[in-house]
């Protein structure tokens, strides 16, 4: 990891003058965005993102940077760079987080968001802006999940054990016609391998859930206590992750203007004792974030979010996704995810830490993580 607090003078200086800049300016002018500042906000995003942009991004940046407090949202900030007109050459966002480490709830900044005009690229801007936040945070925590992204974030933070990839083929038409293309023309044969992977999904999500009631929570409201507790309860057990609430988890998923997720409850004699938050992306399932109640037995952990992985997954395939995903480090999510038929895959996936006090980075170091999909920006 590069050391924020030798580098970054070096590569202010660098990147100031690239600019046409004093090094001064360019480090007093790296500031949060104001709401009249979306508009340039929106155009360098439209620049970077090129044909990606397929949503209402304006929504989305709304949303994720300017909601009203009364939405139970975090105090999340986007920081810019501007030129001499006042165009935005690169931005970076920060969301507020609590993280449990060992025993405590320590405050955490989650890097997110992170553009860079492509007419500055290549000079170290979105370097610079990750070690400037470093600079001002006593924790950051961030992604690399793109060739980009992840070769950027190994490079001047600390990087975790990468999180693992899960995979299960839920419609079998695209794996039939690259394996066996003759037989995929088979009239009837695709749909007759559906037919049994709909009846395997079946029955495993009736097999899980015996004893305990799966439904589909469309508020959080009444479960801010049962909430609080499975947090609590994963803590106590050693894990390191960001702190869940009701409130926090209602804001990201419920009311996110760009995805449409769902929230899956598992209930023992009424009481919640896991949740699952899934969504699609275009005929992609993901099984994005979870919880449980850590003060069960490790065999009851692991059946509840089976059953839960196993309902959400068969949602998913009526919905249409041709595979479902997950990634992970940690938990009982792992071997959930084996007994419900997935496969571990291999791609380049790091979540890496800075911290200013040697010490901190120490404990974070050797933690013992709990990370999902949950952990990246890509709402």
């Given at each position: 990891?590069?050391?924020?607090?030798?580098?970054?003078?070096?590569?202010?200086?660098?990147?100031?003058?690239?600019?046409?800049?004093?090094?001064?300016?360019?480090?007093?002018?790296?500031?949060?965005?104001?709401?009249?500042?979306?508009?340039?906000?929106?155009?360098?995003?439209?620049?970077?993102?090129?044909?990606?942009?397929?949503?209402?991004?304006?929504?989305?940046?709304?949303?994720?940077?300017?909601?009203?407090?009364?939405?139970?949202?975090?105090?999340?900030?986007?920081?810019?760079?501007?030129?001499?007109?006042?165009?935005?050459?690169?931005?970076?966002?920060?969301?507020?987080?609590?993280?449990?480490?060992?025993?405590?709830?320590?405050?955490?900044?989650?890097?997110?968001?992170?553009?860079?005009?492509?007419?500055?690229?290549?000079?170290?801007?979105?370097?610079?802006?990750?070690?400037?936040?470093?600079?001002?945070?006593?924790?950051?925590?961030?992604?690399?999940?793109?060739?980009?992204?992840?070769?950027?974030?190994?490079?001047?933070?600390?990087?975790?054990?990468?999180?693992?990839?899960?995979?299960?083929?839920?419609?079998?038409?695209?794996?039939?016609?690259?394996?066996?293309?003759?037989?995929?023309?088979?009239?009837?044969?695709?749909?007759?391998?559906?037919?049994?992977?709909?009846?395997?999904?079946?029955?495993?999500?009736?097999?899980?859930?015996?004893?305990?009631?799966?439904?589909?929570?469309?508020?959080l409201g009444r479960e801010e206590g049962a909430i609080a507790d499975m947090d609590r309860s994963m803590a106590r057990s050693?894990?390191?992750?960001?702190?869940?609430?009701?409130?926090?988890?209602?804001?990201?998923?419920?009311?996110?203007?760009?995805?449409?997720?769902?929230?899956?409850?598992?209930?023992?004699?009424?009481?919640?004792?896991?949740?699952?938050?899934?969504?699609?992306?275009?005929?992609?399932?993901?099984?994005?974030?979870?919880?449980?109640?850590?003060?069960?037995?490790?065999?009851?952990?692991?059946?509840?979010?089976?059953?839960?992985?196993?309902?959400?997954?068969?949602?998913?395939?009526?919905?249409?996704?041709?595979?479902?995903?997950?990634?992970?480090?940690?938990?009982?999510?792992?071997?959930?995810?084996?007994?419900?038929?997935?496969?571990?895959?291999?791609?380049?996936?790091?979540?890496?830490?800075?911290?200013?006090?040697?010490?901190?980075?120490?404990?974070?170091?050797?933690?013992?993580?709990f990370l999902t999909l949950g952990d990246s920006d890509d709402d």
């Amino acid at each position: 990891m590069v050391a924020a607090n030798a580098d970054l003078p070096r590569l202010t200086r660098v990147l100031a003058r690239l600019l046409g800049r004093d090094d001064h300016a360019l480090t007093s002018g790296f500031t949060p965005a104001l709401a009249t500042e979306v508009p340039n906000v929106l155009a360098l995003r439209a620049r970077v993102l090129a044909r990606e942009l397929t949503w209402d991004d304006e929504a989305f940046l709304r949303w994720r940077y300017f909601s009203e407090p009364a939405a139970a949202a975090p105090d999340n900030r986007l920081f810019l760079v501007r030129g001499k007109e006042g165009e935005v050459l690169g931005s970076l966002g920060i969301e507020p987080q609590r993280l449990h480490l060992n025993g405590e709830v320590i405050p955490a900044a989650r890097f997110m968001d992170i553009m860079v005009d492509p007419r500055v690229h290549g000079m170290g801007l979105g370097a610079w802006m990750n070690l400037a936040l470093q600079d001002r945070n006593d924790v950051g925590l961030a992604i690399g999940a793109t060739n980009d992204s992840y070769n950027l974030v190994r490079r001047v933070f600390q990087p975790l054990p990468e999180r693992h990839s899960w995979k299960l083929l839920v419609r079998s038409h695209d794996f039939l016609a690259r394996r066996t293309p003759r037989l995929a023309e088979v009239p009837g044969i695709a749909r007759g391998a559906d037919a049994l992977l709909g009846a395997g999904r079946i029955a495993l999500a009736l097999g899980f859930s015996i004893g305990l009631e799966i439904d589909r929570l469309h508020g959080l409201g009444r479960e801010e206590g049962a909430i609080a507790d499975m947090d609590r309860s994963m803590a106590r057990s050693g894990f390191t992750f960001s702190q869940r609430t009701a409130g926090y988890l209602a804001w990201r998923y419920l009311a996110n203007p760009r995805r449409r997720y769902q929230i899956w409850g598992a209930r023992r004699r009424g009481k919640l004792v896991g949740l699952l938050v899934s969504r699609s992306v275009a005929e992609r399932g993901e099984l994005v974030d979870w919880m449980w109640d850590a003060d069960q037995p490790e065999s009851e952990r692991i059946r509840v979010l089976c059953a839960l992985f196993a309902s959400a997954i068969d949602h998913l395939a009526r919905q249409g996704a041709v595979t479902v995903w997950l990634r992970t480090l940690g938990s009982p999510g792992e071997a959930a995810a084996s007994r419900v038929g997935m496969r571990q895959r291999q791609e380049r996936d790091t979540v890496a830490f800075a911290a200013r006090e040697p010490g901190r980075a120490r404990e974070l170091g050797q933690a013992r993580w709990f990370l999902t999909l949950g952990d990246s920006d890509d709402d």
